[in-house]
């Protein structure tokens, strides 16, 4: 059982920044690709960024240049920092970890429960 926790997720003006963070915890050996997606009201979710252990990156078109992601993979945590934040980035920012290899085999896919980012204008 693999398990994402987020947080960071708040009110900002537009133009303003924030730092997501998502720690995996369970017994875990090492993480493939971890990633974050989101979902808008009445949007399907969406790819936001993905990072593999050796640090590969891509980004969604909308968010490059503006969002960084990065990990530590000592401590299993994946971040997103957010700059130049737009109302239209507003969602519920989910954090993955896909093929987590943990003491009792693999999980292919693994969630977060969400975090809430609101951008006003």
């Known amino acids: 059982q693999v398990r994402l926790v987020e947080s960071g997720g708040d009110l900002v003006q537009a133009g303003g920044s924030l730092r997501l963070s998502c720690a995996a915890s369970g017994n875990i050996f090492s993480i493939n690709v971890m990633g974050w997606y989101r979902q808008a009201p009445g949007k399907q979710r969406e790819l936001v960024a993905t990072?593999?252990?050796?640090?590969?990156?891509n980004y969604a078109d909308s968010v490059k240049g503006r969002f960084t992601i990065s990990r530590d993979n000592a401590k299993n945590t994946v971040y997103l920092q957010m700059n130049s934040l737009k109302p239209e980035d507003t969602a519920v920012y989910y954090c993955?970890?896909?093929?987590?290899?943990?003491?009792?085999?693999?999980?292919?896919?693994?969630w977060g429960q969400g975090t809430q980012v609101t951008v006003s204008s």
């Open positions: 990072i593999t252990s050796g640090g590969s990156t």
């Open positions: 993955n970890a896909n093929r987590v290899r943990t003491t009792t085999g693999w999980v292919p896919d693994s």
